[in-house]
């Protein structure tokens, strides 16, 4: 028997993490040969702001649970390719830059500077060799390559819109920025409307394929929900009103079967009709209420409950199903940006337009009877939104279901030339232009004689130059065309002098397309490399934050599909597999600056390792989930691998390593390896940690059985080591070091799982008499028919129900039940 010898050295995680820290770099572990893989799978992370001081444990918390994963990969047999970079234009910089009163030119890089050293002491697998950041011209160049590819395309477009436009930001604002009419930044700030000439994406184009191969992606339901309903499909049809002017006002409706009830017609006040709609003594009140329109922001005008306005143009258009004259009307509760930009008002059977007809007392018809009456029988009150009734008032359609009349009056105004079927789309065009400073310029050159000029990919990229005063104003021009010397060039195609376009491009236009450049970040004269990319991309897993799920996978599957119909890629979908991580809250609360509940992670890891850091994050909750931080936690995780270190030093001092495994520990050892592998592989890491935590826990205990004390059997600590390594890796590489191992433990294979070692010895064997379940007696997993009975005849409630009577059939089946009958005569 070998003595066992009790630890000689504690654990310092700061030594061993510095160690190991440096022998990654120096022997390059975590660098991937590109160009040779076997195997190749690309994890990546979403990569940060560095917007702030620094990271918090929200962010470490994100890139850790993507480092398990990878790291896992890695084990088994997979080329991970995990690199990682910073996205570093936009407004979120700038704006913190204003904050902090400096140029964010100086204080972006240092924040790099800063998050880099962070995220290298958290200890993830990175290749830092292809290491990138927005605002390197290096990569920049490319963002201004893509542009130019969609515009030649037809799919970069300048058009004049109306904007979310925040008097503090001094920009546009996307919907979504917008919260109940306030800038998300400036809570405080109230958004309003503006008229602007930008440049667009036309994502619309897309909007269907967007939409279908979200049903191939292996993304969570909720994210593929999230997607589904920004996109906003809408099936129906496109009706024509004739008005007195002789022009028709299109609208569009999912509801064709309820048009017999439309008794006026709404424009969005943007609408180009409104003008040559407008009666000449209604002009001034049409005027004022389209300049009052123009003073709210988008987002504001959808929201449903508020209070019901317009006004009444002075004319009528013709309902195409009834011949009647109905009223026409402006209200900002319709946009441009959504079907037609005008619709059929039907207050019957729309709450909104039922409520609008109250206020303005305009007439209300019944055209839907529904199938549920009231507790008389009398119809319900109005309005009734119902699809299940049958039409009335409603000529030939009368008694039709409404599903049915749908498709009927479709075709019939269709063959009156007064209708076409159609499918809309909730989705509106990309606005990437930003009149800001901290942005990549967008390579457009205006010239009086030759026009709208694309800067000549020669002379790319065109460098974002030095500005003093970066400040935005109300202008909603652009700083840089303040700058003379750069704003004022010669024209591409004639050499006459011209202006540059002084917008940069939105940030999700820097982070639509980062991944791809990642493999070609040493190709400075491709954006990516044809070979590389077809061997590494699409994305083998992503993770990110749910905030990102609609705006961010949508645009970066945009620009995909784009590339991919020019030629330039040969996928169209950038992400095989997605998830969403959760939310560490402190307290019950989320993290944020204003509760002083934010968490930076460099004490916890100065004083408890970044390992221990790492596991106690993991252990919080379901990754996909997230939990709430509490600092009485983390000891638990340090005391299991103080347990693992002594465990490991307490097997290499006795050398016990040639021993068998204890048959308990065996079966214990590939119950767990099951277990750890199908919990990395869900993400749930909280119960992969609890599994190690019980295997430990069985081989310490078998090492004291009967009384008597022997040493840790290193085979039973290899698995497990390699098994903890994607949580703990600097600790396991020293550990299984001393285990004598001279490769990196990342080099190793995962245990593999032998489910004939993973079964107990005791089964539960179900006992019937006459077929009714009487009881239930442990047995040996290969008992016999004749011990079985003899067991089960041992059994007092048995014993009960047999008595004294004879047994005239035994049935058996091994390893789950017997069945006696008896003669109950």
Partial sequence: MNKAVQTTEAYDPGAVEAKWRARWAERRTNATDLSHAANPYFNLMMFPYPSAEGLHVGNVFAFVGSDIHGRTRRLQGFDVFEPLGFDAFGIHSENYALKVNTHPGKLIPRNIKRFREQLKRVGLMVDWEHELATIDPAYYKWTQWIFLQLFKAGLAVKKAAPVNWCPECKTVLANEQVIDGFCERHPETKVHQRFLEQWFFTITKYAARLLENLETLDWS?????????????????????????????????????????????????????????????????????????????????????????????????????????????????????????????????????????????????????????????????????????????????????????????????????????????????????????????????????????????????????????????????????????????????????????????????????????????????????????????????????????????????????????????????????????????????????????????????????????????????????????????????????????????EARSANGSSRPLDPVVQRKLHQTIQKVTDDIEGLRYNTAISSLMEYLNTVRSRAECDGRRTAINAQALNPLLIMLAPFAPHMAEECWESMGHSQSIFDADWPKFDEALALEDQIQLVVQVRGRVRGRVNAVRDISQDDALALALKDERVKKHVGGMEIKKVIFVPGRLINIVVDGK
Wanted: aromatic share 12%.
């Fill in 221 to 649: 339901d909720s994210t593929r929900s999230m997607q589904a309903n920004w996109i906003g499909c809408s099936k129906g049809a496109d009706l024509e009103f004739q008005t007195s002017k002789g022009e028709s006002i299109r609208v569009f409706t999912t509801r064709p079967d309820t048009v017999f009830g439309a008794t006026w017609v709404v424009l969005a006040p943007e609408h180009p009709m409104v003008e040559s709609l407008t009666a000449a003594e209604k002009r001034n009140d049409v005027e004022k209420y389209r300049r009052r329109t123009a003073a709210m922001d988008i987002v504001s005008r959808k929201v449903g409950d508020k209070e019901k306005t317009g006004v009444f143009t002075g004319s009528y258009a013709r309902n195409p199903a009834t011949g009647e004259d109905v009223p026409v009307w402006v209200a900002d509760y319709v946009l441009m940006e959504y079907g037609t930009g005008a619709i059929m008002a039907v207050p019957g059977h729309d709450e909104r337009d039922f409520d609008f007809a109250k206020k303005f007392e305009l007439a209300i018809v019944r055209v839907i009877e529904p199938t549920q009456t009231g507790p008389d029988g009398e119809a319900p009150e109005l309005p009734t939104t119902t699809w299940e009734g049958k039409l009335v008032n409603s000529g030939q359609f009368d008694g039709m279901s409404c599903a049915t009349a749908v498709g009927a009056i479709t075709e019939w105004l269709e063959e009156k030339g007064k209708a076409t079927s159609q499918t809309h789309y909730r989705l509106h065009d990309w606005c990437i232009s930003r009149q800001r400073y901290w942005g990549p310029p967008i390579p457009i050159i205006y010239c009086d004689k030759c026009g709208t000029v694309p800067v000549p990919e020669k002379d790319l990229p065109v460098i974002l130059p030095e500005l003093k005063d970066f400040r935005p104003d109300e202008s909603g021009v652009s700083p840089l065309a303040r700058l003379e010397e750069w704003y004022h060039v010669p024209c591409p195609k004639c050499g006459t002098s011209a202006r540059r376009e002084t917008d940069v491009s939105d940030t999700f236009l820097d982070s639509a397309w980062y991944f791809l450049r990642y493999p070609s970040t040493d190709y400075p004269d491709c954006a990516f490399d044809p070979e590389l990319t077809k061997r590494w991309l699409p994305i083998a897993q992503y993770i990110g934050g749910n905030e990102h799920a609609v705006l961010h996978l949508m645009y970066s599957r945009f620009i995909t599909m784009a590339l991919y119909d020019l030629g330039w890629l040969p996928f169209e979908e950038p992400y095989r597999r997605f998830r969403a991580h959760g939310t560490i809250i402190r307290d019950g609360a989320k993290m944020s600056k204003s509760r002083g509940n934010v968490v930076t992670p460099d004490a916890y890891i100065e004083r408890w390792g970044a390992d221990t850091f790492r596991m106690y994050l993991m252990f919080l909750g379901p990754y996909q989930e997230g939990g709430d931080f509490r600092d009485e936690g983390i000891a638990g995780i340090r005391r299991f691998l103080d347990k693992v270190w002594s465990a490991v030093d």
